[in-house]
């Protein structure tokens, strides 16, 4: 009898773990979802409120504010025509009708007034979340009259900080060479074209600008021809923006071209031939030091700092094509980056230090720009079928990409979201040929 | 016990105790065998026995289409905006250029094979031909049709080529969109397939957050495939992606119903999201 409950006791013990585990077994494995599709945010920029003088610069501010929230990537801008609420609509949040602003998807909304001050003008700025309907950011910013897309850049720059928490480069400047009668010269605008100015009148060819890191001078590449040299000695110029003064740098051997800053702005890494094989040297800033950094029996070119300055991507045709190659700051370790293609050249890094955007010809032997990854070497692809593009160049803070192309005739600048989903062009004062983009650092204020 | 022993001792059953002692030795043994199996393997051996559900694998269609060289530079596969210089056999083209740019440098990377890559192209030809138009031009004129095309393309400035096949496999689907197959638990690697398609978040996300967000949700699936119930049990921290997970389950109800050894599974199913 005893051992017939020892029995039942351990019976009753198994079952129910039986029981327990058929349940476990039962309860599926949580899935696992990843690898977001990244939208960009919808948002209305509302009609701008003003009246009389004021309406020119605020039809002004609300295009650039536009056209800088559309080419960020991170916005999409819900275009004016669908807009269902009353133009008349005041800044809010008291007033705002905001079914009509969800209706149309937005899911933000900029409300933007422009009045007379002391400086010029005044633009007022609201930033809105529709859903909850509440003001998320207010600005107000004072600035000359002929400043007025500045002050949308400033707004749109903080509208970026806002969202993303890292700094907007809308107010930020390019320098670009422009083609004018048999010369090249370079100039330098703010990054949406606007408020342009010549660096360099010398009536020669200047091409490849290289921004200092603080912003104040330029490097590029200039050569003239003349009794000694018929073909003319390409050199390395530099320019100082604060007193428009240009001069040459170096000029050994019988090539000196395409400039880069190291990050710390202490050196210069460049590409020089003395023996008809152009190599990567590096020099001080202010002429001292200059150290061979590749070896090669190919040509080596187009040096590109990451923005650690721990590594410098280039150009190499080693292997027998132009592919991008990166090494360490000292020479040491080339590696090949790009495996596809097979004309590749124009690295610039970006300065978030994961991509290295470049020129490629594909094999419809047009030029496109792609993006490579350092570490995966994976390539992106940013244009296709719009035209040959060139010469790639990263935004500071690393979302936006600008390059030539000559998608409408003529080659002029054009600036693109970081994945290539959004392409504008920079409009420009006239239709010359506008070509070598370099997208110059965050200015201080 | 010991008087029992001593009151059977006589009758002759003490060899019979014996034996049962032994019996009950073995008894406890096999409980305890059967305890330690129940313990640690079930979850392995047992539970793939009956009709367990199986790690889900997010399987997509994989298109028709003809492999891409892996020594070209990708081609964006949405933007193919060339419907006007379709007169010949498209997709030749664009492999005749393949085939002769390939052997001109191409130093390092090992030649798969030169001759793979015109032919899987010309035996993909034919597909879009019939879709596109082309009546079938004579063979003779292919190559003043050729000549043509380049001519016009260089002459539009655009230099924009003809459509290119789509990277896929051979024996894929017209309609997939995947370049190779996997399998797994079908329905719930359905869930996933489409709550994953309806996965989108705002691009505003920080990206030091986009590495570190992590979100727990549960949901319920009722036999008629509707998504009845949706809960953070572990929220990311920031709203709107939260927000967006809600969105994206919301979007993806009605699911088909699900098969029946799910369904008891399906009243709390927990989802892990991360970016």
Known sequence: MRRILIHLAALALVVPTVAAAEDAQQQPPALEISGATFRPQPIAVAPPIATGDEVAAADEIYEALTFDLRVSGLFDVIPRAAFLADPREGMGPEGISWPRWSDVGAESLVKLQVTKSDKGLRASFKLHDVQPRRTALTMDLDGRRADARRLAHEFADALVKHFTKEPGAFSTRIAFVKRSKGAKEIWISDYDGKNAAPVTERGGIAILPAWSPSGGELTFTFFKRSLEYPNGHPQLWKATLSNGRNAAFTGRGDLNTGASYSPDGTRIAFTMSSDGNPEIYVIGVDGTGLTRLTRSEGIDTSPAWSPDGKRIAFVSDRHGTPQIFVMKADGSEPERVTRQGNYNQTPAWSPRGDEIAFTARDERLVFDIFVVNVDTKEVRRITQDQGQNEHPTWSPNGRMLMFSSDRRGKRSLWVSSADGNVQQRISTADDAEYTDPAWGPFTKK | ?275
Not at chain 2, 57 to 75: C, H, K, N, S, Y
Not at chain 2, 233 to 245: Q, R, V
């Open chain 2, 1 to 275: 016990m010991q008087k029992a022993g001593n009151a059977l001792a006589p009758s002759g059953l003490v060899p019979r105790q014996e034996r049962f002692r032994w019996t009950w030795a073995v008894s406890v043994c096999l409980h305890v065998a059967v305890f330690a199996g129940m313990l640690f393997g079930s979850s392995g051996s047992c539970a793939r026995e009956g009709e367990p559900p199986q790690t889900p694998i997010a399987a997509r269609l994989v298109r028709l289409g003809t492999p891409r060289d892996e020594r070209l530079l990708p081609r964006l596969p949405n933007q193919t905006p060339t419907p006007p210089v379709a007169k010949d056999a498209p997709v030749v083209q664009a492999g005749e250029k393949v085939a002769q740019e390939a052997p001109v440098p191409q130093p390092s990377p090992p030649k798969p094979t030169e001759t793979t890559v015109p032919s899987p192209v010309a035996a993909a030809a034919p597909e879009p031909k019939q879709q596109a138009k082309a009546p079938a031009d004579a063979p003779k004129n292919e190559s003043k049709q050729k000549l043509d095309d380049i001519m016009k393309r260089f002459s539009t400035g655009t230099r924009q080529g003809p459509a290119d096949p789509l990277p896929g496999q051979l024996d894929g689907d017209p309609m997939g969109d995947a370049e190779e197959a996997a399998e797994g638990e079908r329905y719930l690697a359905l869930v996933q397939k489409r709550i994953q398609s309806n996965y989108t978040v705002p691009s505003t996300i920080p990206d030091e957050e986009r590495i570190r967000l992590r979100a727990v949700v549960t949901i319920r699936v009722e036999p008629n495939g509707m998504i009845s119930e949706f809960k953070i049990t572990k929220p990311s921290g920031n709203e709107s992606f939260d927000a967006a997970l809600e969105s994206a389950v919301r979007r993806a109800s009605p699911l088909p119903p699900p098969p029946d050894h799910l369904r008891a599974s399906l009243k709390a199913l927990p989802i892990n999201f991360r970016i």
